[in-house]
């Protein structure tokens, strides 16, 4: 019989209980021991990590985005302004099924298949966690509708923003400029940090050329969300810096006066304080509407008014390049006195030009020529022929180096981006652009603003300044002023820093000042009829620039032209003369007479600045 323990066990099964208990409590202590070294991790090595994951859970970090500074004419009136609307915005990662939100949310308010294709297209670029646009500019019936449903909607929100507006809409669109949403392209060139909470910046004008000083800095707070990421309560706020509001040298009564001068006309008006640069208006006609571009322009809308033959989006003003014509003789006229070619010598005009040797005639503008004339009458009466006969005396490398001298072929430096150069030919130009020597007839057209010779509208207002000033050169400049909305202090700037002095001859620019105030008030004046009855004095020159060749031998017949082929009309002029407070240069594109259409748009603008000058006296 086999013995048992006082207890009933075999003593195999006892060794094997103790095995059992033996391997249970090692196991046990592999299983504390992993547990301390989990909490070991999680309390000291990785600490720091899993508290921010645990405050993400139920704090978390908030952009405050900056007001966006205000954009204000001389006088104070609003060019560009923040508006309060509703938007809808969304937060992908919490949507569980998008195209069923999408479409139960177009049952509530009205969403668009553009909208809708553009939210799409943002969110597929961009991470899910952070909110995306989907809808701006809800009206109240829309808004108060989708409030009472936004329960049904996590990761939908309802939110009031600030929305660009630009008041004056087509009248400012060219020199202000608009914002858009930033870009792909746009987050290469700014600043991740300085941008959080940022959506717009500004794509073109004063908006892109001043954006650090009108986007401001962001600001941060620290809330407490619970479960469905709604706001318990603010933890710590530091608040966001709005961007400094700018004040701008142009008037918006002279601006609307300059568009309304040049009627449905294609072309461009620039007007400036000779005496500091301040530019006045800047007119540019067709425009747009920057409002389409804020929120982002329909490729519809986009590509047609891109395929408009009218070239809305074109800033004339700035960017335009023309023939200067006739404006550009006064400038001539200056380096005749100045390389000692007696002003008082007269030149027949027959009406046409030949150099010696040739059989081509170089045509004067009135067919029937005008006699005997001086420098004094060729400016006052605009003769091409004495000028034809000057260009010949003095060849392309003295007449360029004069263009240069002022400011033509180069940029004026004013405060817009992308101004071009415009071009002043010479031999050596046109030997490395075009592989051809110059030529003698190209010094004739040259000297009369044809040819190669090409300018935009505001060169073409600050040589008009210079004439002024006679010989004081200004940097065109639209910023008049800088104004911090938290200290209230306006940082005033000051142009005469970048003044310069050409040291023209005194008797050169009077002569040449005398004569082309004879272009408004002689009864030989090309412009006397957009001069007379005037209560100021007015110093001006016409000028016609070609869009086509006339061939030896035919007529130019404006009647007969499609309207693209006629010439374009050109007038500069400052006022008054005894002490300039204006310059102007006029543009109109296919206008045909610098006389019958420029200068009229001219007289209309300066007869409006005076009057508003004597009502402020």
């Known amino acids: 019989m086999v013995s048992r323990s006082r207890m009933g066990q075999a003593p195999g099964e006892d060794a094997m209980v103790r095995q059992r208990l033996k391997l249970a409590g090692i196991i046990a202590l592999i299983l504390a021991a992993i547990l301390l070294a989990r909490l070991y991790s999680l309390q000291v090595s990785q600490y720091a990590r899993y508290q921010t994951l645990s405050l993400d859970n139920h704090i978390r970090l908030q952009a405050l985005s900056p007001v ?116 792909e392209k746009d987050q290469n060139r700014l600043e991740e940090e300085k941008y959080k909470g940022i959506s717009h910046t500004g794509k073109s004008g004063i908006e892109k050329q001043y954006e650090r000083a009108l986007v401001g800095s962001t600001g941060f707070e620290e809330v407490e969300i619970d479960a469905h990421g709604r706001t318990l309560r603010t933890i710590s706020r530091e608040g966001a810096i709005p961007g400094d509001n700018l004040r701008l040298t142009i008037d918006i009564e002279l601006q609307r006066e300059a568009r309304r001068a040049l009627g449905a006309s294609r072309g461009a008006v620039v007007a400036m304080d000779p005496n500091n640069g301040e530019v006045l208006a800047m007119v540019s006609n067709p425009s747009f509407d920057p409002n389409l571009f804020v929120d982002g322009i329909d490729h519809a809308t986009y590509s047609a ?64 020529g005008h006699g005997r004339v001086d420098l004094h009458a060729a400016i006052e009466q605009s003769c091409d022929v004495y000028f034809y006969e000057m260009g010949k005396r003095l060849g392309i490398g003295q007449m360029s180096g004069v263009l240069k001298k002022f400011g033509l072929g180069s940029q004026s430096g004013v405060d817009l981006p992308g101004e071009p150069d415009g071009l002043v030919p010479s031999a050596e130009w046109k030997l490395a652009t075009r592989n051809e020597p110059w030529y003698p007839g190209e010094d004739l057209i040259t000297a009369i603003g044809q040819g190669f010779l090409m300018t935009t509208p505001l060169q073409l207002a600050r040589v008009a300044s210079i004439l002024a000033n006679r010989g004081s050169v200004v940097q065109p400049r639209l910023l008049m002023s800088k104004n911090d909305p938290l200290s209230g202090e306006p940082e005033e700037l000051n142009n005469k820093k970048n003044t310069r002095n050409l040291h023209i001859n005194t008797e050169a620019m009077d002569r040449v000042i005398r004569a082309m105030t004879a272009v408004m008030s002689s009864p030989r004046g090309t412009a006397r009829m957009s001069g007379r009855r005037s209560a100021y004095s007015i110093a001006g020159k016409t000028g016609t620039a070609q869009v086509i060749a006339i061939a030896q031998g035919e007529e130019y017949d404006e009647d007969s032209l499609k309207e693209e082929f006629r010439d374009h009309a050109l007038f500069i002029a400052f006022a008054p003369v005894e002490n300039p407070k204006i ?15 420029a200068a009229p748009v001219a007289r209309k603008v300066l007869d409006h600045f005076f009057l508003k000058a004597l009502e402020r006296a």
């Open 583 to 597: 310059a102007i240069a006029v543009v109109v594109e296919n206008g045909g007479s610098g006389a019958g259409v």
């Open 68 to 183: 966006r500074g205000l954009i204000l004419d001389r006088n104070g009136v609003v060019l560009a302004q923040n508006t309060a609307v509703y938007a809808l915005k969304v937060t992908p990662e919490r949507v569980l099924d998008m195209d069923l939100m999408l479409a139960e949310v177009g049952q509530i308010v009205d969403l668009s298949d553009r909208e809708i294709l553009a939210f799409k297209q943002r969110s597929s670029r961009r991470p899910g966690f952070k909110k995306q646009l989907l809808k701006t500019q809800l009206d109240d019936a829309e808004a108060a509708k989708f409030a009472v449903n936004e329960y049904r909607f996590p990761g939908v929100t309802l939110e009031a923003v600030l929305h660009r507006d630009y008041p004056f809409a087509e009248l400012t669109a060219h020199f202000l400029g608009y914002v858009g949403r930033i870009s």
């Open 305 to 368: 008014l891109r395929s408009l033959k009218d070239k809305p989006f074109l800033n004339r003003a700035l960017h335009g390049r023309y023939a200067p014509g006739s404006t550009i003789k006064p400038v001539f006229a200056e380096v005749v006195i100045e390389e000692g070619i007696d002003p008082e010598e007269s030149v027949f005009c027959p009406g046409w030009y030949m150099l010696p040797g040739s059989t081509r005639q170089y045509r004067c503008w009135k067919k029937t």
